[in-house]
Each structure stands twice: as C-alpha cells, then as structure tokens.
C-alpha cells in the first residue's frame, strides 16, 4: 500500500519533517537530492560507520526521505526534511532537557512533523518538565509528535510517546498482526497505531542497505504517511493540519483481525490504514474496509540487496541486531548473541536522566532498539546579529565549573589561604564565598572559570561574554554571584538572575562530563538580580503611600509565592518568542513592583500566566501580551485582578511598549 500511496504524491516541499535520532549520513546515495537541513545540536560528530547511532538515524531518515530510483525508496521523498542529532555514537543517551531542546529547536525550525524514534520506560507516562513544556510547544503551533511506543513487549508507557499530543507507533509484522515486542498500555489505546516494523529496509552509513525491525522504523513510516497526508491537505488548498491528521490516521486505523482476540489490546487503536486516512484527507466517507499496510509494501523493501553488506545495528539487552558483513539476504534466521548495551536513569543534576535502550526478543528478524532521552509553533524572533545564533533571555541562578581537574588544582593553587575561625585553612575553589572573595581582587580570572546558568541546580548554559563589553559581563557574574551567597535576610540577596545573549552553536564539557550549549551575552544590559527583599521593600513603599498601613509578611509571603510560582511552573529555556517574552515581563515586574503593589497589599496571590500574540506591534517587531492574573484565595468573590505586559522580543534586550495596563475581572 505504500507503494500505492507513492504513486499519489511523494510528498510537498512546503511539507517539513524532522527527525530527532543519531548522527545521519547525508552522503549516502539514497539522500543525494533530498531537501535535508542539519540543525546544531549537542551533538558534534559526524555519522560515523561503526556508530549505532548513526546506524539508527540513518536508516530512520532513510525510510522518511530516500529518494526515487535510489537503494531506498522513503515515503514522502519530495518534502523538506530538518536532522537534529541527539543521540550521540559516544554516549548513546541524551537526558529530557536536550531533548526537549531538539523538540524547541524543531518546532522553530517550522516542522508539521517530529519524529523520535525513541522513548523512556515510566509508571504512568509522566515526564520532567522541560519535555512537558516541549510537547505543549507542538501542540500550540500545531506540530505533530510521533514517537516509538517501545520495544520491551509489556503492557508499559514510554515517554514521549505516552505524552498528551503525541502519537504513538507500534510494531506489526507482514501480516498485520502486533509484534511479540511491541509496546502496548491504556494511553497507547486511544493515542496509538500499529504500522509495519518488521525488516524494513533502509540505509546503511557508508552505503548499501539493511533491513530491521522495531517501532523505531515503524515510527518513520507513520511520520512519512502523516507528511504526505499534508501534503495532499495543501495541493487540494487546504492549510496544512497536522493535528487533524493525527485525527484521521487515528479514525480510519483498522481493528486487528477477530480471529486474534488475545491480541487486541495490542493493537493499540488499530493498525495503519492508507486507504481510509487518504479518504478522510479528501473529505469523503471512509468504507467498511481497507486492507492494512503490511511490512513487505515498504517503499523499497522490495530492492533486490543481494551483495550489500549489513551491519553496524544498535545491539539491545536481550537478542541481538544484524552482525556486521551479512548480507541482506541471510537476515531472515534468527538473530546472532551481541553483547547488549543498556543506557542509564538518574535524577541527580550532574547526571540527568538518560536514555534508555528497548530491550526485546525478536524471533525471526534482528531489530535495532529505540532510544530517547530522559527531560509554540514559537516564531523566532528576528536577530539583530544575523548568522550569531538565535537570541536567548533566560532565567536561574549562577554557577561555575572547572571542566577539567587541572584547572580546577590551579585556581587552588593561586587562591590565599582562607581565615576560618581564626585558623588558616587551604583555599577551597568550590566555596563560592572564597571564589567572590578571589575574583573582586582578580577579576581577570573570572575568563578561566565556565559560567553556567542553572535551573533547580541543572546546569543548561555556559556563560560566555563577548565582545567589546566581556570584562564588564565578567565583573557583572562576578556581583551578581556575590550576591546569591548573600543570607536571605540581606538587601543585597539574589534570588534569581536574568542573562539574555546569542546562542552561539558552540558547546561545552562540564567537569562531570555534561555538554550544555554556550550562551554569549553581548553587554551587561539584561542581566539582572532579583532582590527580593529590595522588591518587598518597593511595594511596601508603594503600598505604604496609598494605604497607609501594610501587613509585611504578607506580602512577602505574596512575593515569594509569586517567584516560586514563575521559576518553578514556568520554568523555560528562553528561546521562543514566547519564553522571552515572559521572562522579560517577570524581571520587568520585579524592576516595577507598585504595578502590582496594590494586588499583594492585600493578600492576593498569582492565579495564572498566559502569552499570546500581540495584536498591535511595530513593523519588523515580534510582539507578546503577557498577562498575570490575580485572585484573593481567601474571597473567592472578589474580582481578579489582571496586568498586561506588552513585550516586543525582536532585538537583543526584549522592551515592554507602552505602561504596563491593569484592570478587574470577575473571571
């Protein structure tokens, strides 16, 4: 039925696909022609021949966009396709919040469709919130998520294909029937198909093909369908719809046969049914029946491979994958033992949650497992530094990392002993006191140190200033850190810091091995310290000369909830124009705390946060309404109380335009 579907389109180049998996060899001859753009990522290297990721991300990409008349032919050849790395050939893991990033980096990009061939075993299907906040990213700007539903054959969920919006792939053989390793579960019955995910064909780094199974190839085939279906929503001139096409592939999926009771929770919410969705897309009524997609209708599944060399497959836990130097034609036995790989899970911040191999038993055919990590369509702002690197004003808290044990032993070296009760102590690099004391007297040594912006003690960037400014950014960190050590009780205390810069593409290794991306921050204008207890005294000022009399606890209580609030829930990488926007609105109104003075005098407390579209902007500006509500948690008949930030995110230092505007509603 694929090869059906070929002949109906193969695909629109207005259609854009992304592929979040390993390395891919874009020199391979199945991808000469193909619209394919690399987008930076943590991930440095190059497809390399004896990588299994590579081996995974190649044969992934391969099944999407191979292109006609080539060793494999992919599904929708003809639309754009975005390669963002984010397994590594090195670490074969990546945590939620690299992934979460791939995700932001995609829907920027202008992706209809995501696909991650990849997922992590949990109770529930819950995940960190950085990934929570990138699956909300697809469902506001209406990008489709298709994820792998797993390959541990139990009655589990894997994130992110468990995850509100997305859509999740599992695995049937040639005869529509759900293979012993698939992944099944609740969630997957009303947000799951099966499509095939056994022997398909695909590309292998270096040349020639291979065929494997898995949901990590089934996952491809529906991203293929899902773009050619929007491609036909587009040449009947219709705007393309992702969401509704993961509405029509989930309506027209077949039940599997009745003859297989025992298997019908595995079949998730049926099997892919091209006929039905093609259907549905043109607007007619579906037909009692159409035959299922089987395994053996892929692309160029029927390209005779004899003679072509296979190997280089991702082994998994149990049974193994294709042994390197057979051909393709002897892969129909059963697999050969390869030592297994197995990837680990941790919460910890210097050892974020990984990514996790699907462990399986295939009978006939090797199988290459899937990966994934473990952590709106936002337009991108326009840079005023164009080709730098996309602008960023993100929020936390300040750290620093030696990288290696070497530059760590040399700032202990050069650091004076330290007084401790009156006894003199060796310097200790690690006590941030020591190190503001050393910097405020050196300050040139602030450049050996990797900066780092934290969220809940994760670090996500490096600090790097540039330009004609850098030493004043240095002495900036340098204040800054000195007032984070600060007793909270402190005027000067720091709770939280804002650094807005240019993402470079440029990374760096932290001393426990994490890579975070650099972010460049161009001048100290932006970076600021929220002071609390400078912001308490402000309202209470501010409160003071209207009414008089103020209850200081409890706007301090107010206060705190506030930023707890805002750090906590809202927690963001800074990228989207969204993100930036809110984030400024937030330190803008900790600079400005008489605009909501009055609301915390009297006990009120945040209610929510939303952003949205500007209607009213400046040419060539990119503006967002932020709007924080807020209610009396102890009358909930008093009216809320709302402020409007209109922010324009277009340069650098994001501005709000015009005064910030207030008003009740009793909603």
């Not at 099944?184 to 780094?205: C, D, F, M, R, S």
């Not at 530059?407 to 202990?412: I, L, V």
């Not at 070296?413 to 006894?423: A, E, I, K, Y």
């Not at 809320?640 to 922010?647: E, G, P, Q, S």
Request: hydrophobic share 40%; proline share 6%.
């Amino acid at each position: 039925m694929l090869e059906t579907l070929s002949t109906i389109s193969q695909g629109n180049n207005s259609i854009c696909v992304a592929v979040l998996d390993g390395p891919v060899d874009r020199a391979h001859p199945c991808f000469q022609g193909a619209d394919l753009r690399y987008l930076p990522s943590l991930v440095k290297d190059d497809a390399r021949i004896d990588g299994n990721m590579s081996a995974h991300g190649t044969h992934v990409a391969s099944v999407i966009f191979g292109q006609p008349g080539s060793p494999v032919q992919g599904i929708a050849p003809q639309c754009k396709g975005i390669i963002v790395p984010v397994f590594s050939d090195d670490r074969r893991k990546t945590s939620q919040l690299d992934l979460a990033r791939a995700i932001e980096q995609a829907v920027n990009a202008g992706a209809h469709v995501i696909n991650i061939s990849g997922g992590q075993m949990t109770e529930f299907g819950e995940s960190d919130g950085w990934l929570q906040n990138a699956i909300r990213l697809c469902q506001e700007n209406n990008v489709l998520l298709i994820a792998a539903a797993g390959n541990n054959g139990c009655d589990c969920l894997h994130v992110p294909a468990a995850m509100p919006a997305a859509l999740a792939v599992g695995a049937m053989d040639a005869n529509g029937k759900p293979m012993d390793f698939s992944n099944w579960g609740e969630t997957y019955q009303t947000q799951g198909i099966l499509a095939p995910g056994e022997n398909i064909l695909g590309a292998k780094v270096g040349g020639g093909i291979h065929r494997l199974s898995g949901t990590s190839f089934a996952a491809p085939i529906v991203s293929g369908v899902a773009a050619v279906l929007l491609s036909l929503q587009l040449e009947q001139g219709q705007t393309p719809d992702p969401q509704k096409i993961r509405q029509v592939l989930l309506q027209s999926a077949l039940p599997c046969d009745a003859d297989l009771p025992e298997d019908t929770k595995r079949c998730l919410a049926g099997k892919l049914n091209i006929p039905g969705a093609i259907t549905l897309v043109k607007g007619g009524k579906m037909a009692e029946k159409f035959p299922s997609v089987g395994a053996s209708e892929v692309g160029a599944s029927e390209v005779e491979a004899a003679g072509c060399g296979c190997g280089g497959g991702l082994t998994s836990t149990s049974e193994a994958i294709a042994g390197g130097g057979q051909p393709v034609s002897s892969l129909v036995g059963p697999p050969s033992k390869l030592p297994g790989t197995e990837a680990v899970l941790n919460n910890t911040p210097n050892l974020q949650n990984l990514i996790q191999s699907f462990p399986t038993s295939v009978t006939q055919q090797p199988m290459m497992s899937n990966l994934t990590a473990n952590s709106v369509t936002a337009s991108q702002a326009p840079s005023e530094l164009p080709g730098l690197g996309q602008l960023t004003y993100a929020l936390g808290t300040l750290g620093y990392d030696f990288g290696t044990d070497a530059r760590r032993d040399s700032f202990k070296q050069l650091m004076p002993p330290f007084d401790f009760n009156g006894v003199m102590v060796p310097a200790n690099p690690y006590d941030a006191r020591q190190m503001v004391d050393y910097l405020d007297a050196n300050i040139s040594e602030a450049r050996s140190l990797i900066w780092t912006l934290n969220i809940e003690l994760t670090p996500v960037y490096a600090i790097d200033p540039a330009g004609a400014f850098a030493a004043e950014s240095y002495r900036a960190l340098q204040e800054l850190l000195a007032g984070q050590i600060q007793p909270e009780t402190d005027i000067e205390y720091v709770e939280r810091v804002s650094i807005p810069g240019i993402l470079t593409g440029r990374t760096v290794k932290l001393f426990s091995g994490q890579i975070v991306p650099v972010l460049e921050p161009q001048s100290t204008r932006g970076m600021y310290g929220w002071k609390v207890n400078n912001l308490v005294n402000a309202a209470l000022v501010a409160v003071q000369a209207e009414a008089g009399t103020v209850d200081e606890d409890r706007i301090r209580n107010t206060l705190d909830g506030f930023l707890n609030r805002i750090y906590y829930d809202l927690r963001n990488l800074g990228t989207t124009s969204q993100d930036r926007a809110l984030n400024f609105a937030v330190t803008n109104a900790f600079q400005a705390a008489q605009t909501f003075s009055q609301a915390v005098a009297v006990g009120m407390e945040l209610d929510s946060i939303t952003v949205e579209k500007s209607p009213f902007c400046r040419i060539d500006s990119d503006c967002w309404d932020v709007k924080l509500k807020f209610f009396d948690p102890e009358n909930n008949r008093r009216a809320k109380k709302i402020f409007r930030f209109t922010i324009d995110v277009s340069d650098l230092i994001p501005v709000t335009l015009g005064e910030v505007r207030s008003w009740s509603s009793p909603y």
